[in-house]
């Protein structure tokens, strides 16, 4: 059972470099998430999506965009990335009605 | 608006010692509460949730929980600890609806030997 799979685990980007963080989940589910982590803050939300066709900006969604593609697949771009924009990204979904979420093993991104 | 406060950022403890994490909540409107756990380098894992009925939630790895609504608590505890349970450990908050989480600031566990 794959569950969440993010692509890549690992990456540097230059200031105003973009770049797309993959998300997909063979579970089935309807909805999707985006969350930074940060030390001390715990997980934020970015963005996220109820069901397919649908996205909503979460706590803090400035400086990214995301596309639902289909029911599986969920990604985040970075247009023009920042040294504010480093941090842990995670992807994780939940059935509706969100009784439990799953996780991706998360992005760790470093913007220089 | 939801939020979920930790009241520890760190808990230091002995092996085969007993520990509770704390954490309070607030909302407006019935909601679910979980805790996840995170061992370095690693995504979240469920430990245990509360989605109602018996507020005593006995979890994954010996942990429980105990849902307090006049408190607004969901403090999670362990009778023993063990080396393995040294991780960072995250209560959040949903509301049922969307799914979205709201989470704690997370608190770190460091068993001792």
């Known amino acids: 059972n794959a569950g969440v799979t993010q692509t890549p685990k690992f990456q540097v980007l230059k200031t105003g470099q973009s770049m797309t963080l993959q998300c997909a989940q063979d579970?089935?589910?309807?909805?999707m998430y985006w969350y930074r982590q940060d030390p001390g803050m715990g997980l934020r939300l970015i963005y996220y999506s109820a069901s397919e066709g649908t996205t909503d900006k979460g706590e803090v969604p400035n400086g990214y965009n995301v596309s639902r593609l289909n029911k599986r697949e969920f990604s985040l771009r970075l247009e023009s990335a920042a040294p504010s924009q480093t941090s842990v990204y995670f992807c994780?979904?939940?059935?509706?009605?969100?009784?439990?979420?799953?996780f991706g093993q998360g992005t760790r991104l470093t913007v220089v | 608006a939801q939020s979920v406060t930790q009241l520890d950022s760190q808990v230091p403890v002995f092996e085969e010692a007993p520990v509770e994490l704390r954490c309070n909540y607030s909302s407006s409107v019935s909601v679910y509460l979980f805790w996840y756990v995170q061992y370095p380098n690693q995504g979240l894992q469920l430990l245990l949730k509360y989605l109602s009925g018996s507020t005593l939630v006995k979890g994954i790895n010996g942990f429980e929980a105990e849902f307090n609504k006049s408190q607004t608590s969901f403090h999670l505890r362990k009778p023993s600890v063990h080396i393995s349970d040294t991780a960072e450990y995250f209560c959040?908050?949903?509301?049922?609806?969307?799914?979205?989480?709201?989470f704690g600031q997370g608190t770190t566990l460091q068993v001792k030997p």
């Open positions: 959040a908050v949903s509301d049922g609806n969307t799914g979205k989480l709201i």
């Open positions: 994780a979904s939940s059935s509706y009605g969100g009784t439990e979420a799953f």
């Open positions: 579970m089935n589910h309807n909805s």
